[in-house]
């Protein structure tokens, strides 16, 4: 079997996996603003705020060194046993810092009855941090079913919990406690796989071993401190200066998240290792190719995502979350113009093979001052939404520095640098279809028919056109009808016809 069939198989089964739970994990924020008032869900939203905040620390990029050095014939075992135990002091650290200097993060975030579910918050972080690097280790076992499986199963125990605990208490603290449960949960079921694959022992700690990954790792974890600023100094600013209440309209507004989430982490985490296997070898212009066929299959979905959404923004905002969150609507149309980028997930892939982590430190600093300048500046003019324009301009400028970048290191002319042709007819036959769209919702009133209509008729237009301009290729067309078959025949299902 072919490199590139394999590759699409794993890409399509982990965003089998991730799409299922991502459907449970917007679920849940659905139903939650129904159950709890207006400021317990957005104390809600800030716990899960400070659980994004303290696993950069907790991890220290530490994942990143295992794409880079798992087919570098360094020791698996000691690898492994590297990660998880400094990931482990990291976070038992960030628990004390948590516990014992509360005016820290309550000062920073603004929480509200932080003494109360402080140790909840150091407790999740530690479990869960641990836990999510079981998907890394599937992804560089190449055992994807395991690791979609993983993510779907969870996510459903993870919502169904929280659910049954909220509404039979009517509390934002028991949802605290069944997030906790379902990390410890998924902690011991990572405990035991590593116990059953791996020789996870003290005696595999290599202090040689984990130098070359701190040196590997701390540029990263730089970067991704940089990061979180970059991407989320918006939430943490809003946090800061407005009551919960405000911070709820604002982090409805960023719902898009999770749509482009299950792209972004499950194809950043394939191409990693992917990349590091070519680079390893030698093999350049195979990496390129790869990248390029990402940008064109992740762009079909994508950007159809981002142009579907966006011609029912209003609709979904206040069909899912009540009209109490129509102020949300216009941050949501700003920020869903991301989704776009999450196509060139594979630069910071190829930067990463080619050990390029002292630029992604620079990128990062350099466009955070950037992000800074511009929220300030579009937040006196324009208030919340100024502040997702900010946001989403420099992620776009940032995305273009990363380009050129790359354009160097394979020293590529600009026509020879992206699929210029593909990313063009997949744009066109967006933007066809959505100009129907528009022009059918004039004629509908009803809400749901409007959302529902507009999937149709935007799925009915645009796929024919893709399909027609020949961005799908016949061969995938093929590895999906193949993979289709083998996933009903494996459930004993018969195909008729």
Known sequence: MSTKISLTKEAFILMIGKSLAMLFNIFLPIVLVRLLTKSEFGLYKQFLLVFFFSTIFIQLALKSSLYYYFYRGENRDKLITNTITLIFVCGSTCALVLNFIPHVLGGAVALE???????????YCIFQTIA???????????????????????????????????????????????????????????????????????????????????????????????????????????????????????????????????????ITNLLSRVFAERHSVQEFDKILLIWHNSIRKLGIVLVG???????????????????????????????????????????????????????????????????????????????????????????????????????????LKIKDILPWNDIFLIFFSSLVSIVVIYQVKLIVDIKIVKIIGSFFIFCALYFPQIYFYKVIRANEKKILRELFISMLDKRKWKIKG
Not at 113 to 123: C, M, P, T
Not at 373 to 386: D, K, T
């Open 113 to 123: 009855n932080y003494s109360q579910f402080v140790l909840l918050a150091s407790l």
């Open 132 to 266: 999510e690097i079981w998907d890394d280790i599937f992804i560089l076992e190449k055992k994807p079913k395991y690791a979609a499986a993983r993510n779907s199963i969870f996510a459903i125990l993870d919502t169904f919990v929280v659910l049954i605990l909220v509404y039979c208490y009517r509390s934002v603290m028991v949802a605290f406690w069944g997030l906790v449960l379902m990390s410890f949960v998924k902690f011991i079921c990572f405990s035991l796989h590593l116990h059953k694959n791996y020789k996870f022992s003290y005696r595999n700690f290599s202090k040689s071993l984990l130098i070359k990954q701190i040196k590997y790792s701390f540029p990263l974890f730089i970067n991704s401190i940089c990061g979180a600023l970059f991407g989320r100094g918006d939430r943490l600013a809003v946090s800061l200066f407005f009551p919960t209440s405000t911070f709820a309209i604002y982090s409805v507004g960023t719902t898009q998240v999770p749509v482009v989430k299950i792209f972004r982490q499950s």
């Open 305 to 411: 995502v981002c142009a579907l959404l966006s011609s029912v923004s209003v609709e979904l905002i206040t069909f899912f979350f009540t009209d109490n969150y129509i102020g949300s609507a216009g941050i949501f149309s700003i920020f869903i113009l991301q989704i776009p980028l999450q196509a060139f997930t594979g630069l910071d892939a190829i930067l990463r093979a080619f050990n390029e982590n002292y630029f992604l430190l620079r990128n990062s600093i350099f466009f955070i001052i950037i992000n800074i300048f511009l929220m300030v500046l579009f937040s006196h003019f324009y208030g919340l939404i100024g502040l997702a324009i900010a946001v989403t301009l420099t992620k776009y400028l940032s995305i273009l520095n990363k380009i050129h970048r790359v354009k160097n290191i394979f020293s």
